[in-house]
């Protein structure tokens, strides 16, 4: 099933193995507009619930980058308050759609992860990536903070590594950091041979016991609870942080480059 827009697609597939695949797509490097915000979370949510899929695959379409994170069209065009929270709630509830979900998500980093897409790495239960999946946490750089993505990024990386990604958000950390810090689990050289080790985990927990992947699943995410009002707080924070001259400014800054 595919659900296309003018700003990208999501898009899932299930295998007869029960294997469910959700891609997206964006022209401007797989960013992420609310519209595709909100079908992936919705997509995320459908699939958990869906008795033949047993474990679910996030990818992103192309070869170059994963995910450039928020779109800069869109942050620029929020001009009140409730239109910034709407926006960034869209990142909480995808990172929350992935943290209720029954099934383990295992993510597929096959190039850069900025901002969101480092948030949505972070959101999944088992990541691969290839060794050009370097990442970089830009909020400060715009004028805001990984406020609403940050919880997920600690929870996987802890506070220290995360508020290393967050102060100094110009530089990227290679796709080894990250793997040292413990966002990705393997790094490869090829896609293919990411793809091949994917399968292969994804057969095996296809036929492994759906309660039992469920109950670890849950002890995982021990602590996370209150998510869903943290990260609609968050969303607030940078709600307000983005209609600041500075953040207006230095958007369009970064969209001359």
Same mark, same amino acid.
């Given at each position: 099933?595919?659900?296309?827009?003018?700003? /990208?697609?999501?898009?899932? #597939?299930?295998?007869?193995?029960?294997?469910?695949?959700?891609?997206?797509?964006?022209?401007?490097?797989?960013?992420?507009?609310?519209?595709?915000?909100?079908?992936?979370?919705?997509?995320?949510?459908?699939? /958990?619930?869906?008795?033949?899929?047993?474990?679910?695959?996030?990818?992103?379409?192309?070869?170059?980058?994963?995910?450039?994170?928020?779109?800069?069209? #869109?942050?620029?065009?929020?001009?009140?308050?409730?239109?910034?929270?709407?926006?960034?709630?869209?990142?909480?509830?995808?990172?929350?759609?992935?943290?209720?979900?029954?099934?383990?998500?295992?993510?597929?980093?096959?190039?850069?992860?900025?901002?969101?897409?480092?948030?949505?790495?972070?959101?999944?239960?088992?990541?691969?990536?290839?060794?050009?999946?370097?990442?970089?946490?830009?909020?400060?750089?715009? /004028?805001?903070?990984?406020?609403?993505?940050?919880?997920?990024?600690?929870?996987?990386?802890?506070?220290?590594?995360?508020?290393?990604?967050?102060?100094?958000?110009?530089?990227?950390?290679?796709? #080894?950091?990250?793997?040292?810090?413990?966002?990705?689990?393997?790094?490869?050289?090829?896609?293919?041979?990411?793809?091949?080790?994917?399968?292969?985990?994804?057969?095996?927990?296809?036929?492994?016991?759906?309660?039992?992947?469920?109950?670890?699943?849950?002890?995982?995410?021990?602590?996370?609870?209150?998510?869903? #009002?943290?990260?609609?707080?968050?969303?607030?924070?940078? /709600?307000?942080?983005?209609?600041?001259?500075?953040?207006?400014?230095?958007?369009?800054?970064?969209?001359?480059?």
């Amino acid at each position: 099933m595919t659900t296309i827009t003018e700003q /990208g697609f999501v898009s899932y #597939e299930v295998s007869q193995f029960g294997v469910g695949a959700i891609t997206f797509g964006h022209p401007m490097s797989n960013s992420l507009p609310s519209e595709i915000l909100r079908k992936l979370a919705e997509t995320i949510t459908e699939l /958990g619930k869906k008795n033949e899929v047993k474990v679910i695959i996030i990818k992103s379409d192309g070869e170059k980058v994963f995910c450039a994170g928020a779109s800069f069209d #869109e942050l620029i065009a929020i001009c009140d308050f409730q239109s910034g929270k709407a926006f960034f709630s869209g990142f909480a509830d995808v990172i929350n759609a992935c943290r209720t979900c029954p099934k383990f998500i295992i993510g597929r980093i096959h190039g850069k992860a900025v901002g969101g897409g480092v948030g949505l790495a972070s959101a999944c239960d088992y990541c691969f990536a290839t060794k050009y999946a370097d990442i970089k946490l830009s909020e400060l750089a715009i /004028g805001i903070g990984p406020f609403v993505v940050g919880p997920a990024v600690e929870r996987k990386i802890g506070l220290s590594a995360m508020s290393e990604l967050a102060i100094n958000a110009t530089e990227w950390r290679s796709a #080894e950091w990250a793997k040292g810090k413990g966002l990705y689990t393997e790094i490869y050289d090829s896609v293919s041979a990411m793809d091949i080790d994917i399968n292969t985990l994804s057969l095996q927990l296809a036929t492994s016991n759906p309660d039992a992947m469920f109950l670890l699943k849950q002890i995982f995410w021990q602590g996370t609870s209150h998510w869903d #009002e943290l990260l609609i707080e968050r969303a607030e924070i940078s /709600g307000r942080l983005i209609l600041s001259d500075f953040s207006k400014h230095a958007i369009n800054t970064f969209k001359k480059k």
